[in-house]
């Protein structure tokens, strides 16, 4: 298999470990979940870090999709995430501090429903990508 088509695949397997992973944890340590989901935004470094992953796996989505079933949607997420991903580089690290801290302790009421939306996303993922 040519690295052009390994490197999709695999990035889109840990997203897909990743949400059945988020998922879990949600559901069985919410707390855990919670400090979790707020440590994204604590420095420039992890701000960057986040962007740089939702890249490659929005470029993996888009370069795999024609692999995987649901094509044309994963297709699209992977566009949604590099559009998205590209407008959050134009804002500042400390303004998406903020609006984490803003928004993630309300999003923390919902961790059962993220948790259970986490693990059939990683499922459907995987599912789409062995079929």
């Not at 949600?26 to 470094?45: C, D, E, I, V, Y």
């Not at 997420?77 to 801290?101: D, E, K, M, N, Y």
């Amino acid at each position: 298999m040519k690295i052009l088509h390994l490197l999709p695949l695999i990035l889109i397997c840990l997203t897909a470990v990743y949400c059945v992973a988020l998922g879990m944890i949600a559901l069985t340590k919410p707390a855990t979940a919670a400090r979790f989901l707020l440590g994204f935004a604590n420095s420039m470094f992890l701000h960057y870090t986040e962007l740089f992953l939702r890249l490659a796996i929005g470029f993996a989505f888009v370069l795999h999709s024609p692999n995987m079933l649901l094509t044309d949607i994963f297709h699209w997420f992977g566009w949604i995430l590099i559009s998205t991903t590209a407008c959050l580089f134009l804002v500042p690290w400390q303004s998406h501090r903020q609006f984490t801290l803003y928004v993630v302790p309300h999003a923390n009421r919902f961790l059962k429903l993220i948790g259970v939306t986490s693990l059939i996303a990683g499922f459907a993922i995987l599912f789409s990508t062995f079929h």
